[in-house]
Nanobody, 123 residues
Framework: QVQLVESGGGLVQAGDSLRLSCTFS????????IGWFRQAPGKEREFVAVISQIDSTYYTDSVKGRFTLSRDDAKNTVDLQMANLKPEDTAVYYC?????????????????WGQGTLVTVSS
């Protein structure tokens, strides 16, 4: 069974940077695409970014140029580096994993989720 643990959330000011990490365990990390989703208060969970098994990345438009994904296959981790944070980035951020890249990118039928980490951006 895959387990995902997010870390790195916190309270920052607008314009600051923050790095979230997702630590993967339980299966072969190299076989999984890893994505990040977020859920703001009162809103539905939305896709943020995904990194494939071969390091291809895709970002939602609102974070392009500000957020960067990277994966470390030796450490079984995926980092989401967030820069120039805005108050609208405030949300609980969730890590997700699936062997099918399309599932993570589409946000449908994803096999495994983490518990989430809260990011709060003050203005």
């Amino acid at each position: 069974q895959v387990q995902l643990v997010e870390s790195g959330g916190g309270l920052v000011q607008a314009g600051d940077s923050l790095r979230l990490s997702c630590t993967f365990s339980g299966r072969s990390f190299q076989q999984y695409a890893i994505g990040w989703f977020r859920q703001a208060p009162g809103k539905e969970r939305e896709f943020v970014a995904v990194i494939s098994q071969i390091d291809s990345t895709y970002y939602t438009d609102s974070v392009k140029g500000r957020f960067t994904l990277s994966r470390d296959d030796a450490k079984n981790t995926v980092d989401l580096q967030m820069a120039n944070l805005k108050p609208e980035d405030t949300a609980v951020y969730y890590c997700a994993a699936d062997q099918f890249y399309s599932a993570v990118k589409g946000g449908i039928g994803i096999g495994f989720w983490g518990q989430g980490t809260l990011v709060t951006v003050s203005s």
